[in-house]
T-cell receptor, first 111, second 111 residues
Framework: DTAVSQTPKYLVTQMGNDKSIKCEQN?????MYWYKQDSKKFLKIMFS???????INETVPNRFSPKSPDKAHLNLHINSLELGDSAVYFC??????????FGPGTRLTVT | QKEVEQNSGPLSVPEGAIASLNCTYS??????FFWYRQYSGKSPELIMF??SNGDKEDGRFTAQLNKASQYVSLLIRDSQPSDSATYLC???????????WGLGTSLAVNP
């Protein structure tokens, strides 16, 4: 009964490919997030959805497209992958009081 | 630009000592303050949150908030080698469910 789950855990792919990462939460929260953590360990917010509505859309290449089919799911699709996209991508689920709970992460390696 | 600053460390303390981690923030309007622990290769884990000036204790952890001076700290009493991790400070930014993150402080507890 994992609270926030992500698939896949590891993703190795070549430049130019398209890939998706899926996230699901069973905490009953209305808000979900995508973060990118690069090799320097800085946690950078990418997107956030609240009840399927996009509420945070940081400066991210438009090759990245989030989608939230319902408030328990948030997916991230990445087109035309580049070497610089290699990072760990975390999904998180959040409460009204700003607490955020993270999934285990997806380690993306672009070769 | 709203910022959260932490000393990157590493902070090294002997087992059994008190570890003191500090964080300053720039937005005087921030109301919610969080400490996350991140072990190497794992996702951030929420360990403390504080909303009011003063101290909040939870087991060996104490969070301290001083809004006038715009700093929040985390004290870890009786430090254990298992506390060795990176500690991330996060502060809410406005009311759009976004957190501003520090770069983290690396803590090493030596047996």
């Amino acid at each position: 009964d994992t609270a926030v789950s992500q698939t896949p855990k590891y993703l190795v792919t070549q430049m130019g490919n398209d890939k998706s990462i899926k996230c699901e939460q069973n905490l009953g929260h209305d808000t979900m997030y995508w973060y990118k953590q690069d090799s320097k360990k800085f946690l950078k917010i990418m997107f956030s959805y609240n009840n399927k509505e996009l509420i945070i859309n940081e400066t991210v290449p438009n090759r990245f497209s989030p989608k939230s089919p319902d408030k328990a799911h948030l997916n991230l699709h990445i087109n035309s992958l580049e070497l610089g996209d290699s990072a760990v991508y975390f999904c998180a689920s959040g409460t009204l009081s700003y607490e955020q709970y993270f999934g285990p992460g997806t380690r993306l390696t672009v070769t | 630009q709203k910022e959260v600053e932490q000393n990157s460390g590493p902070l090294s303390v002997p087992e059994g000592a008190i570890a003191s981690l500090n964080c300053t923030y720039s937005d005087r309007g921030s109301q919610s303050f969080f400490w996350y622990r991140q072990y190497s290769g794992k996702s951030p884990e929420l360990i403390m949150f504080i909303y009011s000036n003063g101290d909040k204790e939870d087991g060996r952890f104490t969070a301290q908030l001083n809004k006038a001076s715009q700093y929040v700290s985390l004290l870890i009493r009786d430090s254990q080698p298992s506390d060795s991790a990176t500690y991330l400070c996060a502060v809410n930014a406005g009311n759009n469910r976004k957190l501003i993150w520090g770069l983290g402080t690396s803590l090493a507890v030596n047996p």
